[in-house]
């Protein structure tokens, strides 16, 4: 079994594959933190809960964009699983030509998720990723990275009203039962919701001018659902896509 690890700024997802079938995948808090030892014992634990032997586990393969914990996950893989992971980074064969002007700058979860799209849907394509920082990413019809745009996430958006607003609550990322909302937290989640399914739904349509009107939208991260809803500019709902992608690049390097 091999297991697939990506760590973000707020979740760290984790997922178990038999061959190219995904079994089993977990969404976790980051904690900046944790010791190897501390996040061991959550692997450990979450593998136990699903009666799956750390030993059963014969590959890991990594994307991180938090570089302390890249190290703290390499130590608690070789640890607890006896695994040496496989570290998405410069020198690793991803299929994918960055055509940015600083590839290196470029997160590595952004081209793991180009490469499961140049694999799994074909491109050109838009990538829609939900997390700390809603990113826009584009592919090209052959499958290259070209760039995106960078926004801030809606849940750092939700945090930001309601640290800076004295009299704003905070509020569960929920869509509220309309566009105008009749008391503060409905106000709250309609700005919140609806405006960031214009923010996607615009963006999207300044992507495809230029890269054609064929372009597909593929949206992933852990708020996915909440967005994908209520826009129907989303072709493809892949919320686990980071952990496919590091699946078919371990795939390309063994």
Known sequence: ??????????????????????????????????????????????LQLENIPPEDINGVCLASVVPHLTGVFQQTCQKYLGQDPLVVDAGVKTGVRVLYETPKSVGADRIVDAAAVQRLYGGPACVVDFGTGTTFDAISAEGDYLGGAIAPGIGIAADALFQRAAKLPKVDLNTPPSVIGRNTPYAMQSGLIFGYVGLVEGMVARFRKELGPEMKVIATGGLTDIIARETDVIDIVAPWLTLDGLRIIWEMNR
């Open 1 to 46: 079994m091999l297991m697939t690890i990506d760590i973000g700024n707020t979740n760290i997802s984790l997922g178990i594959y038999d061959g190219d079938r995904m079994d089993l995948s977990w969404r976790v808090s980051t904690d900046h933190q944790r010791m190897p030892d501390e996040y061991g014992l959550q692997i450990i634990g979450l």
